[in-house]
Every structure is written in structure tokens, then in C-alpha cells.
């Protein structure tokens, strides 16, 4: 008999269960200085409704297939009337899932993010300053969505708008997604071959080092700019005694003038970096960022201007904490996998007691010693071969993908995952559960393939993600904006290609059917955007995508490995070696302000936080 399980406990699970998980990420990546609680909050939801859906489609299916074979079954009685395909609280959980993340990618998260960038001090002023920023948008997008509205209303045979809405937001979300797929079923399974390699791992981090090293010199510049700027609004700031709300402001700005990025000049090179030439002069006539009309001498010290003044000084400011971030992320990178590729990978030193510690203390560290040698026994012994099968299954999975992609449009279906699928549902003697398990699989290899490229390009890179709590508020919220706004665009592709028979019945299905209203935006695009994905994947496999994104300007790290030609390829690998023995002869030499507690530490040696 079927097994057909409790459902509302289950679409119950599907939200409640990646809530811990999303909170543990989010905690280990938020800087917790530019991140308060309710942004948090904020964050572990849109992070946790993304894999909500993951969760939900493979149950939409099982539940729909199960429930397909309990009407075959009970349409052999005399009764004519049957069960419906599937289930009312899976179809709720769909469309709450999808409506909040739709307000949430479109409303929440980009007024969040402004909300955090914003030089105002009370929450009301950083609120209004938020809607201005967005108020562009909103006005434009809510003239084009009424203009359709009118045209569908008149001529679109009682089409409902809402379902224009969904159109539009998928259309836009599908596009995003087709684009990094293509990149990105080609780079994963390159990524893990190459973790085989580490002396391809080194050869990479030269390539990118010079590239870097430029990021932090235009970061160091660009703050330099701006402090030139405050230093000039300051001098004034006896003058503003009559006007508290402007001595605030002053007070602020000067507050994180002096400690914004102290912690980075005595830790690192960036004094180095400063030029000595007058770039407030260069720039009084010029500099229009953010319209600060602060670089003229007499201006006006108004709150609009000092919040602008405040707003920019604290986004330099992060732009070269993340600048300096990814430069000392490369430095240890490159130093562990030199240290792989030779074999001089440091053992975990001995555990030597101390006898002022307490017996729980000892305990612990004999525990953290022995996960300690299990990680060096995974570097040394197990962490190739486990490359090189991970690579091979990516690869397998990658072709099988493409291969749906490309059989998208034929009569019948010829997708390898449709068809497990269908045999597993004839296999009475499988638990519906085992048919979820399958189902999983290639949608989230297709959702990494997806994130894992949309954070390679390096446009975005003030905005990536880093790990030990150092990822600004701003960073985590751009993040989840996009995974929310392709989490259904990506399932929407994965049921195209899947032609499993009982996704054309699922709650999902009943819900993306209104991408049938606008036949450009949904069903016809929808056809011939796979084969965009496949030019997309033959582009990046010969490296043509690179390089045309090397002659277009854009910044993506293969486009600086594989845009130029082997002149420029070897001159870039002997500055890279260059660059990176300077930073590691400086952080040498930097006095640690953590030399205290280092020295009661049980190990000198450097911690390689690396796979």
C-alpha cells in the first residue's frame, strides 16, 4: 500500500528545520558590529525560506506521485469521483513561501541593506533615507506594472495581475539563473579536479594576487579621499555649537574617522599605501560621489550632507576591510597549499598538560587534538581521492543536466533524473521517502552550480561572503536577496528539464502555471533559454567565456586567469609570487596584538583553516 505521509507536519518540518542550520550560518559570518539582532533575524529567514523550497519540491513530488497511484488504484472502484493530485497545505506552503520571499528580494532586503548603509543616526531617519534610495525604482517599476495591468485588464481576457507579478519577478530570476548555470555546471566540477592539484591552487592565487593587491591600493586611495574630506569638515566643527543635531553628526563622523579601521593601519601595510600627493586638491572640482558638496570649503554643514559624509566614510571603510580580508585570505591560502603541495604540512604538535588547568580543560583538549589529527590524516591521506570522486560525480552530474537542458523541448521525456524518478515510483517495494532523496540531489547540485558562480564574479566582491564572523551587514544582505530571488526560477527550470509526470500535477506546478499568462516572459523563454544555458557551459569549457569577459571589462576571476595570453599569463604568475613574499615578509614583521594569549597556546605553528 502507499505510503502517503502526514502532510501538514511535514510542510511544517520543511519551514522549522532549516531554521538552526541557517541561524549557525549566519552567526558564523556575521560581523556582529554591523549586523544587529533584527538584521540577523531578517537574514535567517530569507536564508531559511530558500531551503525551504529545496525541501519542499522533492516532498511535492513523492506526495503527488504516491497520491497519483492511490486514484489509479482507486479509480478501478465504481465511485467517479477521485482525490485531488495534490495536497491543500502543500499548496499553501508554496504560496506563502513564494510570497515572502517575492516581498522580501524585492522590498525587504534591498530597503535592509540601504537601512545598514545609511550615514543617519535614528532608525526613523535611516527608514525614510531607505525608501528614498529605493523610491527610483519603486516609481519606475510600479509606471511599468500599471501601464501592463491597464493593457492586461483590457485586452488580456480577464488575466489576473498578480500572476503578471509572478511572471515578471521569475522572468528576471530564470534569466539570472540560466546565465550562472552555464558558468557554473562547468567551473564546479574544474574547482574540485583542481583541489586534487595544489600546485594548481598555488598557480591560480599568483594569477589573482596582482589583481588584489590593485583592489587594496583603490581601496586605500579611496578612503584616503574621503578622510581628506572629513579631516576638512571637522576643522569647522567649533562653529557648530549652535546646532546640536550638527554637532551629533560631527561627532559621529569624527568617532569613526578615529576608529573605523584602526584595528587594520596598526596591523597591517595600509599606512604604506597612502599617497603623499594632495588628492583633496586633485579632487575638490571632480569628486560628485554620494552629492557631497563638502568638498567646497564654505559649503553648508546641513544633516543631509553630514549623513551622505557619514555614509560614505563608513562604506570606504568596509570596501578596505574586505579589500585587506581577501588579501590575507590569499596569503594563507597560498601558504597552505604550498605547504600541501611539498609534503611539509606541520603535524599537530603533542598535547602537554599544564597542571594550573581543571580536569574539563584537559579533556577538551585531548578532544580538540584528536578531531585536530583526524583533519591532518583527511589533508595528507584522504582529502585527493575524495577531490577526484567529487569531481567525477560533479562531472556526471553536469553531463546529465545538460543532456536534460537539451531534451527539454522533445515530445517525450529523455531526462536520466525523470526517468529514475519514474522507475523508482513503479518500485513498490521503495518508500516514498527514497523518491525525495533522488529528487534532492540534482536540484541542489543545480542550486550550488547557481551560488557558487554568482560568487565568483567579482563585480560583487564588497559584497562576498566571509567566513569567522568578518561579513558585513550589507554582504549578508545582498546575499540573500539573490538567493531568495532565484531559489523559484531555479526549481521552475529544474521541473522543465525534469519531465517527471508527476511534477505536472505537483502543488509547485499548479503555482508556476501562471508563467503561462505572459507566453514571452514564462513558457516560450523558458524553452529556448536551455539552450543558452549549453552555449553558456561549451563557452566556459574553452575558456571563450573568459576571455570575452576579459574584453568586455567585466570582473570575474576567470576572466583574469584566462583573459590574457601566455606573455601576460607568465608575467602575472611573477608579479603574483612577488607580491605575495612581500605580504608575508610584512605580516612577519606586524606585532600581533594577540601575542598574550598566542603564547599560552599549544601550538606555534600557523591554523590552515582550509579543506
Request: with cysteine.
Amino acid at each position: 500500500m502507499t505510503n502517503i505521509p502526514d502532510v501538514p507536519g511535514a510542510v511544517a518540518a520543511s519551514f522549522m528545520l532549516p531554521l538552526p542550520f541557517c541561524f549557525l550560518f549566519a552567526r558564523s559570518y556575521a560581523n556582529p558590529a554591523s549586523t544587529p539582532l533584527p538584521t540577523l533575524a531578517v537574514l535567517i529567514i530569507s536564508y531559511s525560506l530558500t531551503t525551504t523550497a529545496c525541501l519542499l519540491l522533492p516532498f511535492d513530488l513523492s506526495y503527488t506521485a504516491a497520491n497519483q497511484s492511490a486514484n489509479n488504484n482507486y479509480g478501478n472502484s465504481t465511485s467517479t469521483t477521485s482525490p485531488p493530485a495534490y495536497s491543500a497545505a502543500i499548496s499553501v506552503g508554496w504560496k506563502t513561501t513564494f510570497w515572502t520571499t517575492f516581498i522580501l528580494a524585492w522590498g525587504v532586503l534591498p530597503l535592509l541593506t540601504d537601512f545598514i548603509q545609511s550615514g543617519y543616526l535614528t532608525p526613523k531617519e535611516k527608514v525614510k533615507d531607505a525608501l528614498n534610495k529605493n523610491m527610483k525604482f519603486y516609481v519606475t517599476a510600479g509606471g511599468v506594472g500599471l501601464v501592463v495591468i491597464i493593457g492586461l485588464l483590457i485586452f488580456g481576457d480577464g488575466a489576473n495581475p498578480f500572476d503578471f507579478l509572478m511572471a515578471a519577478g521569475n522572468t528576471y530570476g530564470l534569466l539570472l539563473v540560466v546565465v550562472l548555470l552555464g558558468h557554473g555546471l562547468v567551473n564546479l566540477p574544474r574547482a574540485f579536479f583542481a583541489k586534487a592539484n595544489p600546485q594548481l591552487l598555488v598557480t591560480r592565487r599568483y594569477l589573482l594576487a596582482s589583481t588584489l593587491d590593485s583592489d587594496l591600493f583603490e581601496a586605500v586611495w579611496s578612503l584616503q579621499d574621503i578622510e581628506e574630506v572629513v579631516d576638512s569638515v571637522l576643522s569647522r566643527k567649533s562653529a557648530q555649537t549652535h546646532n546640536p543635531q550638527a554637532s551629533e553628526y560631527l561627532t559621529e563622523i569624527q568617532f569613526a574617522r578615529e576608529s573605523g579601521v584602526a584595528d587594520l593601519i596598526s596591523s597591517s601595510d595600509i599606512e604604506s599605501r597612502r599617497t603623499k600627493t594632495d588628492r583633496f586638491s586633485l579632487t575638490r572640482d571632480s569628486d560628485t560621489e554620494g552629492d557631497l558638496p563638502l568638498l567646497d570649503p564654505g559649503c553648508e554643514l546641513t544633516v543631509e550632507n553630514l549623513a551622505n559624509l557619514n555614509a560614505s566614510l563608513k562604506q570606504r571603510q568596509m570596501t578596505l576591510r574586505q579589500a585587506v580580508v581577501c588579501r590575507d585570505a590569499l596569503v594563507d591560502e597560498v601558504q597552505y597549499y604550498e605547504a600541501l603541495s611539498s609534503g611539509t604540512l606541520p603535524e599537530p604538535e603533542p598535547f602537554r598538560p599544564n597542571p594550573d588547568v581543571n580536569c574539563a580543560e584537559i579533556v577538551l583538549s585531548r578532544v580538540d587534538l584528536f578531531f585536530a589529527w583526524i583533519e591532518y590524516y583527511w589533508r595528507i591521506h584522504l582529502r585527493r581521492g575524495a577531490c577526484l570522486a567529487f569531481g567525477a560525480l560533479a562531472t556526471l552530474l553536469s553531463v546529465l543536466v545538460l543532456w536534460s537542458e537539451l531534451t527539454m523541448g522533445f515530445s517525450v521525456s529523455l531526462s536520466p533524473f525523470g526517468q529514475m524518478m519514474a522507475h523508482t515510483l513503479h518500485g513498490t517495494a521503495r518508500p516514498s521517502y527514497f523518491l525525495e532523496m533522488i529528487s534532492l540531489l540534482p536540484l541542489v547540485y543545480i542550486s550550488w552550480c547557481v551560488y557558487s558562480s554568482l560568487l565568483s564574479v567579482r563585480l560583487f566582491s564588497k559584497y562576498g561572503l566571509k567566513s569567522k564572523k568578518r561579513s558585513d551587514g550589507p554582504a549578508l544582505a545582498f546575499s540573500a536577496s539573490y538567493l531568495v530571488r532565484m531559489q523559484f526560477p531555479l526549481c521552475y527550470n529544474y521541473l522543465l528539464f525534469l519531465r517527471y509526470n508527476a511534477s505536472e500535477s505537483s502543488a509547485f506546478t499548479a503555482l508556476m502555471s501562471n508563467m503561462d499568462t505572459i507566453p514571452l516572459l514564462g513558457t516560450s523563454l523558458s524553452v529556448y533559454l536551455p539552450l543558452f544555458t549549453v552555449a553558456l557551459c561549451a563557452a566556459t569549457f574553452f575558456n571563450v567565456y573568459a576571455r570575452l569577459l576579459a574584453k568586455l571589462g567585466i570582473e570575474h576571476d576567470d576572466a583574469i586567469i584566462y583573459g590574457g595570453d601566455a606573455e601576460e599569463y607568465e608575467m602575472k604568475i611573477r608579479e603574483g609570487k612577488a607580491l605575495l613574499r612581500k605580504a608575508t615578509r610584512t605580516d612577519d614583521h606586524q606585532p600581533s596584538s594577540n601575542s598574550s594569549s598566542s603564547s599560552n597556546s599549544n601550538s606555534n605553528n600557523r591554523t590552515y583553516n582550509k579543506v
